[in-house]
């Protein structure tokens, strides 16, 4: 089996914009469908990448097409704008007193996300609103 | 030819990109997109792509992962209201639609002609690009519209995250205010990182004038210093009506701008007269470079917030 070197990569991109397609649809929280939507965006720029690979010639100046190449990492730049913009919404939709979710989705008896304990997240953090995190950085001391 | 570690690294970016979608836990999430990330950074060197990856590890997993985690710790701190679980049927409904479109994908890459693209065709006008570095000759030269409204989109993108901020906050430092542990792994990394950064960014914005790297990258890696140094608490946000703040916001789409009406007067819209093309490129990537850090360091910044616990 010979297998050109893009197809495995091609595959791979069809994938997650399957995986990210889903994801988008039937996951409920705002953030993870944003986290969803690039995963289907890193897809789609990885099978454009792959494909422009296809008849490469080794050893002359140009190996990979460059034309595609550049509208990746346009791709990519874009990409990281709208998602900025998006988090920022999605951050004020809460502030606004709106869910982790749109209140238009129709609710089913799925299970939810674990609230999730990542308090060791970071050493960062904000400027402490309440004193929770003088607390947990005195029992964790 | 692939090799097996080919069809490994694929089948790792899959399941890696599986559990950042599918994974119960919402950090984890993150954290597994960042790793994906890295991974395709990895994937497009196999590809030969090195500008893309290296604008991959940079912008795709390592910015946009920032900009995940500090969404995700703002939205715990307002404690939002559950999202409704999906019902099943919509689940499967999806499950299936996400299948078919991978399904069709794959059934058009197997009947996709053979093509050799815009190679030649890049190549042949190379050497009058002003840059030996044929994706930078593509995104600044030939293709210097794209790149254009591009950072017009960056700047977008600001302007929407700005107006978010609440009337009682703007003008202010922007962002939340950062307090670290002096001790600690970041106020650490705040220290070491950003002059290794620093050099890396502005090396990456030179050598892309002939080599991997360009505005972009080198930007980003810029952007990450800033944003590490702040995050760390070692340096306050800057104001967001700082006048030189501003200016190095505009400087790269101002230039741009500029280049293209002058173009437009000698009777050539964004093309650069082959013999002063190297000096006119390397400068408004220098500009560029220059404005895509401050831009993609204040959208991870965020709007101004409220600091009032600050100074209490």
Same mark, same amino acid.
């Given at each position: 089996?010979?297998?050109?070197?893009?197809?495995?990569?091609?595959?791979?991109?069809?994938?997650?914009?399957?995986?990210?397609?889903?994801?988008?649809?039937?996951?409920?929280?705002?953030?993870?469908?944003?986290?969803?939507?690039?995963?289907?965006?890193?897809?789609?720029?990885?099978?454009?990448?792959?494909?422009?690979?296809?008849?490469?010639?080794?050893?002359?100046?140009?190996?990979?097409?460059?034309?595609?190449?550049?509208?990746?990492?346009?791709?990519?730049?874009?990409?990281?704008?709208?998602?900025?913009?998006?988090?920022?919404?999605?951050?004020?939709?809460?502030?606004?007193?709106?869910?982790?979710?749109?209140?238009?989705?129709?609710?089913?008896?799925?299970?939810?996300?674990?609230?999730?304990?990542?308090?060791?997240?970071?050493?960062?953090?904000?400027?402490?609103?309440?004193?929770?995190?003088?607390?947990?950085?005195?029992?964790?001391? | 030819?692939?090799?097996?570690?080919? !069809?490994?690294?694929?089948?790792?970016?899959?399941?890696?990109?599986?559990?950042?979608?599918?994974?119960?836990?919402?950090?984890?999430?993150?954290?597994?997109?960042? #790793?994906?990330?890295?991974?395709?950074?990895?994937?497009?060197?196999?590809?030969?792509?090195?500008?893309?990856?290296?604008?991959?590890?940079?912008?795709?997993?390592?910015?946009?992962?920032?900009?995940?985690?500090?969404?995700? =710790?703002?939205?715990?701190?307002?404690?939002?209201?559950?999202?409704?679980?999906?019902? @099943?049927?919509?689940?499967?409904?999806?499950?299936?639609?996400?299948?078919?479109? #991978?399904?069709?994908?794959?059934?058009?890459?197997?009947?996709?002609?053979? =093509?050799?693209?815009?190679?030649?065709?890049?190549?042949?006008?190379?050497?009058?690009?002003? #840059?030996?570095?044929?994706?930078?000759?593509?995104?600044?030269?030939?293709?210097?519209?794209?790149?254009?409204?591009?950072? *017009?989109?960056?700047?977008?993108?600001? *302007?929407?995250?700005?107006?978010?901020?609440?009337?009682?906050?703007?003008?202010?430092?922007?962002?939340?205010?950062?307090?670290?542990?002096?001790?600690?792994?970041?106020?650490?990394?705040?220290?070491?990182?950003?002059?290794?950064?620093?050099?890396? &960014?502005?090396?990456?914005?030179?050598?892309?004038?002939?080599? @991997?790297?360009?505005?972009?990258?080198?930007?980003?890696?810029? $952007? $990450?210093?800033?944003?590490? #140094?702040?995050?760390?608490?070692?340096?306050?946000? @800057?104001?967001?009506?700082?006048?030189?703040?501003?200016?190095?916001?505009? $400087?790269?789409?101002?230039?741009?701008?500029?280049?293209?009406?002058? &173009?437009?007067?000698?009777? =050539?819209? *964004?093309?650069?007269? @082959?013999?002063?093309?190297? !000096?006119?490129?390397?400068?408004?990537?220098?500009?560029?470079?220059? =404005?895509?850090?401050?831009?993609?360091?204040?959208?991870?910044?965020?709007?101004?917030?409220?600091?009032?616990?600050?100074?209490?």
């Amino acid at each position: 089996m010979n297998l050109p070197i893009w197809m495995p990569y091609a595959l791979c991109g069809a994938g997650l914009v399957g995986l990210g397609l889903y994801g988008l649809l039937a996951r409920p929280q705002l953030l993870r469908r944003i986290l969803a939507f690039n995963i289907m965006g890193a897809g789609i720029f990885l099978l454009f990448g792959a494909l422009a690979r296809r008849g490469a010639v080794v050893g002359a100046i140009v190996d990979a097409d460059p034309v595609p190449q550049a509208m990746i990492i346009t791709g990519i730049v874009v990409a990281i704008s709208a998602t900025a913009l998006a988090l920022g919404l999605i951050v004020a939709h809460a502030r606004a007193g709106g869910g982790e979710g749109l209140p238009g989705d129709t609710p089913g008896v799925g299970e939810r996300d674990e609230p999730g304990a990542d308090e060791a997240a970071d050493d960062s953090g904000s400027a402490d609103r309440d004193g929770r995190r003088d607390e947990r950085e005195g029992t964790r001391r | 030819m692939a090799t097996p570690f080919d !069809l490994a690294l694929c089948l790792l970016i899959l399941v890696v990109a599986a559990f950042a979608v599918l994974g119960r836990h919402g950090f984890m999430a993150v954290v597994f997109f960042i #790793t994906c990330g890295l991974l395709l950074a990895l994937a497009w060197l196999r590809l030969d792509a090195v500008d893309v990856a290296l604008a991959e590890a940079a912008i795709g997993a390592g910015l946009t992962g920032v900009l995940l985690l500090v969404a995700r =710790s703002r939205l715990k701190a307002l404690e939002p209201g559950l999202a409704p679980a999906p019902h @099943p049927a919509l689940r499967a409904t999806a499950g299936v639609g996400a299948a078919a479109v #991978t399904a069709g994908l794959v059934l058009a890459i197997r009947a996709m002609p053979e =093509s050799d693209g815009l190679k030649a065709a890049v190549a042949e006008r190379l050497p009058r690009a002003g #840059t030996d570095n044929p994706v930078t000759a593509v995104l600044l030269n030939f293709r210097g519209w794209d790149t254009l409204l591009e950072t *017009l989109v960056l700047l977008a993108a600001l *302007l929407g995250v700005w107006t978010l901020a609440r009337d009682d906050d703007w003008p202010g430092r922007a962002g939340r205010a950062h307090h670290t542990r002096p001790d600690g792994v970041l106020a650490q990394f705040g220290r070491v990182l950003p002059p290794v950064a620093l050099v890396i &960014g502005v090396y990456l914005v030179w050598v892309g004038g002939h080599q @991997p790297g360009g505005a972009f990258q080198g930007g980003t890696v810029l $952007a $990450a210093a800033w944003v590490v #140094t702040v995050m760390a608490g070692l340096l306050p946000a @800057p104001r967001v009506d700082d006048p030189a703040l501003r200016a190095a916001l505009l $400087a790269g789409p101002v230039a741009f701008v500029v280049l293209a009406v002058a &173009g437009l007067l000698a009777g =050539s819209f *964004l093309v650069f007269p @082959p013999d002063r093309a190297k !000096l006119l490129l390397l400068g408004l990537e220098a500009l560029l470079a220059v =404005s895509i850090a401050a831009t993609l360091a204040l959208l991870v910044f965020g709007a101004p917030e409220d600091r009032s616990e600050e100074n209490a």
